[in-house]
Every structure is written in C-alpha cells, then in structure tokens.
C-alpha cells in the first residue's frame, strides 16, 4: 500500500513538473537565416546574410532602408515549425509571399518587409 502510495504521488508529481510552462528561448537565440539579394534570381548584388532571432519572431520586420531586396534566399531554420514570409509594403499586410527552406523568392519590385513565425516557440 505504501508502494502504492508513493508510486502515485510520485507520478502525479512529474506530470506537474512536465505541464508547467515552458520559458521563453533568450532573444539571441537564432531561429531562421535568410541572405538578401539586390536583383531577381538569388544571383546578383549579394546584401548579406540576415539572421533572424528570437526577439524578432511573430512581429513584421523591414529591411534596412539602405538596401534594396528583390530577391532572397532562405537558407536554414533552427526549429521545425519556423516560416518565412515576405511582404511588398513596411506592414506585413500587402501581398505576402511564403518562401520555402533552400529556395529562391524573386521579384522585379522590391521587398520591403518580412515576418517570421515559428509556432510552439514561447516568446
């Protein structure tokens, strides 16, 4: 009875531990890599890499006014649930357009603002 007893408490106990809120990652950790290209095609006027952290997840982001972004490259994601979409105007509300890991997304115009959502990721 007494095996019992500690069993059940003991089991009652994890199943607490394991449903208690999980913390949110620090903002530096790194969840998507993106490089940014200048002209259609991922092939001219390389922009650089753009790592997008944590603190950045499920909030539109622009692109730095200076550069010009017609086309990027989504490189790697560090979660599974992770996407990328990028959007024609500075406020993630016109003409979103999802990228795919290890693809190319090209335009004639201009890029100008990304979101990034990665579902089951506390913020």
Same mark, same amino acid.
């Given at each position: 009875?007494?095996?019992?007893?500690?069993?059940? =408490? @003991?089991?009652?106990?994890?199943?607490?531990? =394991?449903?208690?809120?999980?913390?949110?990652?620090?903002?530096?950790?790194?969840? !998507?890599?993106?490089?940014?290209? $200048? %002209?259609?095609?991922?092939?001219?006027?390389? *922009?650089? %890499?753009? $790592?997008?952290? $944590? $603190?950045?997840?499920?909030?539109? *982001?622009?692109?730095?006014?200076? @550069?010009?972004?017609? =086309?990027?490259?989504? %490189?790697?994601?560090?979660?599974?649930?992770?996407? !990328?979409?990028?959007?024609?105007?500075? @406020?993630?509300? =016109?003409?979103?357009? %999802?990228?795919?890991?290890?693809?190319?997304?090209?335009?004639?115009? *201009?890029?100008?603002?990304?979101? !990034? *959502?990665?579902?089951?990721?506390?913020?």
């Amino acid at each position: 009875m007494l095996f019992t007893t500690i069993l059940a =408490s @003991t089991l009652a106990l994890s199943m607490g531990v =394991s449903a208690a809120p999980r913390p949110a990652p620090p903002a530096d950790t790194r969840y !998507v890599q993106l490089r940014l290209w $200048g %002209e259609p095609s991922c092939s001219a006027l390389n *922009q650089g %890499e753009l $790592g997008v952290y $944590g $603190g950045a997840l499920n909030q539109c *982001q622009t692109f730095n006014n200076n @550069t010009i972004v017609k =086309s990027v490259r989504f %490189e790697a994601k560090y979660s599974d649930t992770c996407t !990328v979409a990028l959007y024609d105007d500075v @406020t993630c509300s =016109s003409s979103p357009h %999802e990228i795919q890991l290890e693809t190319c997304l090209s335009s004639d115009a *201009q890029y100008r603002s990304y979101l !990034v *959502q990665c579902p089951g990721v506390p913020v």
